[in-house]
């Protein structure tokens, strides 16, 4: 679950993180009376789960409580990445004496927890990894990482600012607490950019991204708070709905399977595979489960198909409790009510329980989008090969 950036400085602040007051307000009159009460120069952010902010105008400096007000007015309502801005964060401006960068995740291709640091901070990370990838440090660690942040500060920050004791220890102190909010707080991702040296040589967290394992929320009750229904993926709402195990990514291929660990081996072959043909990737994933009757594999084949981003879809099913002809029947089933014009190729890969009936199934169907392989790699290749030639 993504965080509102004022969610997850109320976060930092429990751990002790030093960041700037805020106010959230939902119209410019809000706004106004919030720059009134700080009473200095201001910055009115856009609250929205997505990055990019600055760049699409949802961050402006305002002097005075009425023009806090007026660049309210420009930015509530407008979109960015098609997140709609319902409510702004009106907080002080600080006085920057330097930009660094700071974030830990859950890195799922090394099976491992991630750092990455960097004394430059309040750009575009992406972009300087690829320009001037020296000036980010990136760490894998499993645990004691407290004991690991000395020498992490040390390959990061050029000598100058090493030299100075004090500031060092305020950055050590900083990232141990974004540490302990990370693991404390059960977070898949925590990210401060910018994470500043002020004028007055304090070190503060300006920004704040969080993200929390969804799974862990049986541990924080206290969490709930955060769910806003409206803020959602459509898409993982619609799937809620239907009662599906879906989970949506950046892909664009469709994965649909029966069991987790069958879908996450789908997805990493997918992964993998992908990487032959510029960098393709999954684009969600969908575990039917055990026993899946065919309306679930038809309203499975119609999220995957409705959404925009996926290019071709892999249907990967080891026949158990769940039967093939039962899944073929599905297929069968959702590709009889969705707009020709929609369909995407359907890579299938069945094996198990009912599998000959399955197959016959397909065999007879025929439909033109559906090619039927034997195994999972070279279903993961060619569902990827389908999208690397529209490139």
């Known amino acids: 679950m993504d965080l509102y950036e004022y969610e997850a400085k109320e ?10 007051p805020s106010i959230i307000c939902k119209n410019p009159e809000e706004v106004y009376n919030a720059s009134a009460k700080y009473d200095c120069l201001v910055v009115v952010k856009a609250q929205v789960k ?9 961050v402006k400096l305002a002097k005075t409580p009425q023009e806090a007000k007026e660049l309210s007015a420009e930015i509530l309502g407008m979109k960015i990445k098609d997140h709609l ?4 964060m009106v907080t002080p401006a600080a006085d920057i004496k330097q930009e660094y960068y700071f974030s830990m ?9 991630i750092a990455i640091i960097s004394a430059e901070g309040g750009v575009d990370i992406e972009t300087l990894a690829k320009t001037d990838p020296d000036k980010i440090i990136k760490h894998h660690f499993t645990k004691d990482f407290d004991k690991q942040i000395p020498t992490l500060v040390e390959k990061a920050f050029p000598k100058k600012i090493l030299d100075d004791k004090k500031i060092i220890e305020k950055i050590t102190q900083t990232l141990e607490k974004l540490h302990e909010c990370y693991v404390k707080e059960d977070a898949t991702l925590v990210e401060v950019n910018p994470l500043v040296l002020t004028d007055e040589n304090d070190i503060l967290a300006l920004d704040a991204k969080v993200t929390l394992d969804d799974n862990a929320g049986i541990r924080h009750s206290e ?3 955060y769910v806003h229904i409206k803020a959602e993926d459509p898409k993982e709402l619609e799937a809620k709905k239907l009662g599906l195990n879906y989970v949506h990514l950046q892909g664009e291929v469709g994965i649909i399977g029966n069991g987790a660990g069958l879908v996450m081996s789908t997805l990493d072959v997918v992964q993998g595979q992908g990487e032959k043909f510029g960098g393709i990737k999954p684009a969600n994933f969908l ?7 065919s309306q679930t594999m038809s309203n499975s084949l119609n999220l995957v198909l409705s ?3 996926v290019q071709s ?7 158990g409790i769940t039967a093939c002809d039962k899944v073929a029947e599905g297929i069968v089933k959702a590709l009889g009510t969705i707009d020709e014009n929609k369909i995407k190729p359907i890579v299938i890969r069945l094996d198990g329980n009912a599998v000959t009936r399955g197959l016959d199934i397909l065999r007879e169907y025929a439909h033109p989008s559906i090619i039927v392989v034997e195994t999972m790699d070279e279903a993961a290749y060619k569902a990827c090969e389908l999208v690397g030639s529209k490139k």
Request: avoid cysteine.
């Open 105 to 113: 995740m859950v890195d799922r291709s090394a099976g491992q927890h």
């Open 50 to 58: 997505t990055g990019g902010r600055g760049k699409a105008g949802g």
């Open 11 to 20: 976060l930092f602040l429990k751990h002790g993180i030093n960041t700037l």
């Open 223 to 225: 969490h709930e708070k």
């Open 307 to 309: 959404d925009e981003q």
């Open 313 to 319: 879809v892999f249907i990967n099913v080891f026949g």
């Open 85 to 88: 801005v319902e409510q702004v």
């Open 287 to 293: 575990d039917i489960g055990g026993g899946a009757s």
